[in-house]
């Protein structure tokens, strides 16, 4: 009996294109040059905070300070550190109330249809594109009307109605992906549209929670025009407050820096905590099947 012998069986190649080598080697050369260029702005915001207002010239804009200067920090947290309480106030208070109106509004629109539900959206939706200049009198004027011109409660007005639109569309997205059976399930059993919403809808809003409070506080935050214009003495957010550092003819940029970084704090905070869950949450409800 004869045996024909096998041919032996190469191994798979191991080695890499150097075309490919090469190419990944430029992208990577070309994402470390944009980083660094996008890094150049913080760059020179922290060395600057560091310095003192004599350190601080053209000829050592991009040097080293020679010591760390903290009382520039300290200085600034003086003039801008009661701003920042009404920033955090008008944040907070302005994405919550956004958040569940928007909530309530997407769970309405798409899990509740009714006759108009979508015009009524796409004017909703309108509302995002809407320029703050263009109703910055009108809004003016209706707030002043209702007497809370001056107050830190104007200024929330203004950002939820401003919130509503993008709110509203998050959660419309995400409660689309819902499954009707649920609605319906909870409907045979005798629950209305609250109790759907409070013990069906609202446990799982977890993840369009998130990008909306990330999206809205960053928002709010720093919002500068309406803080400007709808506020007065004692209740004007941090962003004011920082225009008003770099205000005058000889100005010591180390105190505008400085409030800078202390003003990034809480946004930076926000992302740090809650930014692995922002993308989960955008896709959430932007994908069918």
């Known amino acids: 009996m004869t045996t024909t012998p096998l041919s032996p069986v190469s191994a798979p190649s191991t080695h890499k294109s150097p075309r490919f080598s090469v ?43 020679k010591f760390l200067n903290w009382a520039s920090f300290s200085d600034a947290w003086a003039k801008v550190g009661g701003n920042m309480g009404n920033s955090l106030f008008l944040a907070m208070t302005a994405t919550a109330i956004s958040a569940m109106l928007g909530s309530l509004n997407g769970y309405a629109l798409s899990k509740w249809r009714f006759r108009g539900a979508n015009t009524l959206f ?86 369009g929670f998130v990008v909306v409070i990330i999206w809205q506080f960053t928002q709010v935050w720093n919002e500068f025009l309406f803080a400007a214009t709808l506020t007065s003495s004692g209740s004007q957010p941090v962003t004011y407050a920082l225009s008003q550092l770099a205000g005058g003819q000889a100005v010591s940029w180390n105190l ?4 800078a970084i202390l003003a990034a704090i809480p946004t930076l905070l926000v992302y740090i905590v809650l930014g692995r869950y922002f993308v989960r949450g ?8």
Request: proline fraction near 7%; charged fraction near 10%.
């Open 122 to 207: 796409a004017f909703m939706l309108f509302g995002m594109f809407i320029p703050y200049q263009s109703v910055l009198i009108p809004l003016f004027q209706f707030i002043k009307s209702l007497g809370l011109y001056g107050s830190i409660w104007g200024l929330i007005l203004a950002h939820v109605v401003y919130g509503i639109p993008i709110t509203t569309l998050i959660f419309r997205n995400f409660y689309a992906d819902v499954p009707d059976a649920l609605v319906e399930a909870a409907t045979i059993d005798g629950a209305g549209f609250w109790s759907i919403y409070s013990k069906v809808i609202f446990p799982i809003s977890v993840p």
């Open 256 to 259: 505008p820096m400085a409030g």
């Open 23 to 65: 190419a990944r080697g430029l992208m990577y050369l070309g994402l470390t040059i944009a980083t660094l260029f996008f890094l150049l702005p913080i760059y020179l915001l922290v060395v600057t905070a560091f310095k003192t207002p004599d350190a601080i010239n053209l000829a050592t804009t991009w040097q080293l300070p």
């Open 282 to 289: 955008l896709l959430a409800g932007s994908v069918k099947g």
